[in-house]
């Protein structure tokens, strides 16, 4: 019983991490697009 939920956590954190990350540079592409966007069209 125990296995299964330390497995299940494990794989928890996993997807929380890899959501996180895909999060992180999908704002962060955001980001240097609009200071791009600032800078040439200033």
Do not use: E, P, Q, T
């Not at 299940?8 to 999060?23: A, E, T």
Request: no cysteine; net charge neutral.
């Amino acid at each position: 019983m125990s296995d299964m939920m330390s497995d299940m956590m494990n794989g928890g954190m996993m997807w929380g991490m890899g959501l996180f990350g895909i999060v992180g540079l999908i704002v962060l592409g955001l980001v240097i697009a609009a200071l791009v966007k600032y800078l040439l069209f200033r």
